[in-house]
């Protein structure tokens, strides 16, 4: 009989906790995720981009070598904050094969990740009718702008990373740590690559932080649990050493640097006085963003000079927004719903915060300067929908009700991830057919490839022609991919991080001009070492 008594062996994942069991899942369907971006990147055809795509390629490469201290590149001749999104993006880039469409490929697997932990903050600490708003909500922006999940463009990135870290922001004053933690990474996210989110990020930074502890330490009228207090510390304290972390290439760079951009940027906008916006333009800029969800003629932010929608009521439905925030905020304080009453009071804070912001624009309003505004606008009517239900239907938050929620997230998430996926098949199979201008940069860039060893010619000096700039770019990162550095003119130098400034052993300039500048300079003596038909020309002086 004793025989007959044998243990029994349970399946390993039988000895896991459900959660556990649910994060193991999470990772498995992550990486699977990765694997399958990275491997579609992968078939795509080596390419030279241009244009902004050529320089972000360019400091995303030496951020894969870590030797990138500089952010994004501004127009008035410093940069953003600082070189997280590139660091960031990093990762992706070099495993998906250091391609322009890995580029697209490293955004997508950021925006995806984002997107993620906004819908399981959501699930997690919201009201499954809040979670559901919000997901579509979300999942519906994303789908309204195509491009924006593979975009790398500095102005595109930070969008939902801010949208995650409003939600992160009403976590963190719940009480949750990693609402704290994570509105640490996403406002330093945002911030370092767009200068224009900063004012806001800064707000939510200390909300979420100063949020977690009173959350921490008001109980209703008892003393915190010391274990309590123990926790808090202990979340402060890693909160800030992460923030000291993700922070401390740019204070480098401050340090190190004779004029440290950090300066620059204050000096910019604090000391120095400029025209900005009229106030009429800034409220037109703000209520259209905000109610970009809604507008038939949403489009995603192109660089181009701002023009007012022709809908009338987005001032109006701006208004409304935020005149009943409060009020969504003081019905789910009356509910209960802790994440909700503290969701609308931050919405609330960054739509004016958004207002502020746009009114210190420059005189002249360019749509990606105020298009982050849309996902505050996006935010807000996912809530406000959210409240307006809970109203009409009073839904219990059940388990059953939760179960659903997973569903509908899950569901939403889906579309999302196949949207962009699409959008970066789309990408693989443009690179196989690259424009004239990438084959005019990648021509002239083999020619020097071979003409700058031969000629003895190491770190030359490049000029840039303006009318040819973009192509010029192109050139200099794929002569960067090849392992031939280059310095650059002073006069475009403030487009680049400093590892391309002028060391004084320059013993050579090439000249990259487009073909009105090179016929003008062919009645001087010159030596075209490279030619891309009738677009691009490289002229070599000694």
């Known amino acids: 009989m ?30 699977a995720a990765v694997a399958v971006i990275v491997g579609l990147a992968r078939r795509a055809a080596p390419m030279t981009p241009t244009s902004d795509t050529a320089v972000i390629e360019t400091y995303t490469t030496l ?7 500089d952010g994004p590149y501004s127009r008035f001749q410093w940069h953003h904050p600082g070189p997280l999104p590139f660091y960031l993006l990093a990762p992706v880039y070099v495993l998906a094969g250091r391609t322009t469409v890995a580029l697209f490929a490293s955004a997508l697997v950021l925006n995806l990740g984002v997107l993620a932990f906004a819908f399981w903050t959501v699930r997690r600490h919201a009201h499954p009718l809040t979670a559901c708003a919000v997901a579509v909500a979300l999942t519906l922006f994303v789908c309204r702008v195509p491009g924006l999940l ?59 932080v100063f949020g977690f502890v009173l959350a921490t330490v008001i109980t209703g009228g008892r003393a915190p649990a010391p274990s309590a207090v123990k926790a808090m510390v202990g979340t402060i304290a890693a909160t800030d050493g992460l923030v000291l972390l993700l922070w401390m290439p740019v204070l480098l760079q401050q340090v190190l640097s004779a004029d440290g951009n950090v300066g620059q940027i204050w000096r910019y906008f604090i000391e120095e006085t400029h025209e900005t916006a009229a106030f009429g333009v800034a409220l037109s800029a703000w209520a ?39 009020v969504a905020a003081w019905l789910a304080h009356r509910g209960g719903r802790r994440f909700e009453r503290n969701l609308g009071l931050v919405l609330l804070a960054a739509s004016v915060i958004a207002l502020i912001s746009a009114t210190r624009s420059d005189r002249e309003v360019y749509d990606h300067v105020v298009f982050w505004i849309a996902a505050i606008g996006a935010l807000n009517l996912g809530l406000l929908a959210a409240e307006t239900a809970q109203l009409v239907v009073s839904a219990e ?3 059953p009700a939760r179960r659903h929620v997973a569903t509908i997230a899950m569901a939403a998430f889906a579309l999302a991830a196949t949207v962009g996926g699409r959008e970066l098949q789309g990408e693989v199979e443009a690179s196989h057919t690259p424009g004239a201008e990438s084959r005019a940069a990648a021509a002239v860039a083999d020619a020097l490839a071979t003409q700058i060893p031969a000629r003895g010619l190491a770190r030359p000096l490049v000029r840039f022609d303006q009318d040819a700039w973009g192509m010029a770019a192109g050139v200099v990162l794929d002569l960067q991919k090849r392992g031939m ?48 038909g009738d677009q691009l020309f490289a002229h070599l002086s000694r």
């Open 63 to 69: 951020a894969a070598s870590g030797r990138l201290l």
């Open 150 to 208: 593979v975009s790398p463009w500095n102005p595109h990135l930070p969008v939902l990373a801010l949208a995650a870290a409003l939600l992160a922001c009403a976590a963190s004053a719940t009480g949750v740590a990693a609402g704290c933690l994570g509105a640490a990474v996403l406002v330093s996210f945002a911030a370092q690559g767009h200068v224009a989110v900063l004012p806001l990020s800064v707000g939510l930074g200390l909300t979420a």
């Open 485 to 532: 550095p280059v310095s650059i003119e002073d006069d475009w130098l403030a487009m680049y991080p400093v590892a391309f400034k002028v060391t004084g052993d320059e013993a050579a300039e090439i000249a990259l001009l487009g073909a009105a500048e090179h016929l003008r300079r062919t009645a001087r003596p010159a030596t075209v070492i490279a030619t891309s």
């Open 2 to 31: 004793i025989g007959l008594c044998r243990p029994v062996v349970k399946h390993p994942c039988a000895t896991l906790a459900p959660v556990n069991r649910s994060r193991l899942w999470a990772f498995i369907l992550t990486m």
């Open 397 to 399: 938050a059940s388990g």
């Open 288 to 326: 259209d963003m905000m109610t970009g969800l809604l507008r038939p003629d949403f489009y995603l932010a192109h660089g181009w000079t701002f023009v007012e929608s022709p809908v009338l009521w987005a001032e109006i439905v701006a208004g409304l927004q935020c005149a009943t925030l409060p």
